[in-house]
């Protein structure tokens, strides 16, 4: 059941440390004809990939989270946020078909472009430290108070809680879930079902997630107001996927619906929610992440007190 007394001043707070971020990836894909039968071994050699390219396609590929304020000194701001947030593949092979060797296409990531929005402030940021197997990524960015209309400290306080014991929940512990699903500055609550069943400390919730909740901080109360405990982020939702044929996102916006699309078309991988199972990834996650990665990031100008 949802905590006795008014928390929103408390979710209020909290929800100031937590930033929507986004990554977009921008990528070249070269088409190969199968008469050509071209192996990895031939553009290994060669001086351009161009020279066996039929064709050339430009395509890019976005993906939003959320992120948490876990330092701020010396107007660097350091955040946490789920890994696959920030993260989209250098290379990409296809071929003409499963037993082939020979290259159908190649896609070849050409820069990453990542931003952090928080009105008034838009800036880009950078990837510190990742675990990919964890799922967790430190981002940092460094601010110029002039371009904020409060100081640096205000505008990007650090989480107001430190991180807890995740192994404490059980069955039907009530949690609060703050992040940017869609874009928009949402707070959901949600009831534990599982956790710490495997060796992440990981666990389930019933939170309502959307895209853009990934890295969202997921806290909870350990007895009365105000003792909230942050105890994960979220991360995913548990979902099927399916593939679609799309258009080319910048053609089709100038394309006439009463005329046939006759411009490139491509495979996307889409996801369908299923709604009321959301994962999360632990504070003990968390916390073992930023001790292996503590002196990197420290050399880097972010001292982060992970205790």
């Not at 890019?60 to 946490?80: D, P």
């Not at 020979?102 to 402030?121: A, G």
């Not at 874009?183 to 495997?198: A, F, H, K, M």
């Not at 019933?206 to 895209?211: C, K, M, T, Y």
Request: aromatic share 10%; net charge negative; proline share 5%.
């Amino acid at each position: 059941m949802p905590p006795p007394g008014n928390v929103s001043a408390y979710l209020e707070k909290m929800h100031d440390s937590v930033k929507r971020i986004t990554s977009t990836s921008y990528y070249k894909t070269y088409v190969f004809d199968q008469d050509d039968m071209i192996t990895h071994d031939i553009l290994d050699r060669a001086e351009s990939i161009d020279e066996y390219a039929v064709k050339v396609v430009e395509s890019h590929s976005s993906s939003s989270g959320s992120a948490v304020v876990i330092h701020n000194r010396n107007n660097k701001i350091g955040l946490i946020t789920a890994y696959h947030t920030v993260s989209s593949p250098d290379q990409m092979f296809e071929y003409y078909d499963e037993a082939s060797l020979f290259l159908e296409s190649v896609t070849i990531k050409q820069r990453q472009v990542n931003w952090m929005f928080d009105s008034p402030f838009m800036g880009t940021f950078d990837v510190l430290a990742s675990d990919e197997v964890a799922d967790l990524a430190v981002i940092g960015t460094e601010v110029d108070e002039d371009d904020l209309d409060v100081p640096a400290s205000e505008f990007f306080p650090v989480f107001p809680y430190k991180l807890g014991d995740p192994d404490k929940l059980t069955l039907g512990t009530f949690v609060y879930t703050l992040g940017y699903p869609r874009g928009y500055e949402v707070v959901t609550p949600g009831i534990v079902s599982n956790s710490g069943r495997d060796r992440g400390h990981s666990f389930i919730t019933d939170a309502l997630f959307n895209r853009g909740f990934s890295g969202g901080a997921v806290v909870a109360i350990n007895g009365g107001l105000p003792a909230f405990e942050w105890v994960g982020l979220a991360r995913s939702a548990s979902a099927t996927r399916e593939w679609h044929v799309v258009p080319d996102e910048d053609k089709v916006e100038e394309h006439s619906l009463h005329l046939p699309y006759t411009d490139d078309l491509f495979l996307e991988r889409r996801s369908n929610i299923d709604y009321g199972i959301t994962h999360s990834i632990s504070a003990t996650r968390i916390r073992d992440m930023l001790k292996e990665h503590e002196r990197a990031l420290s050399e880097k100008g972010y001292r982060i007190d992970i205790e």
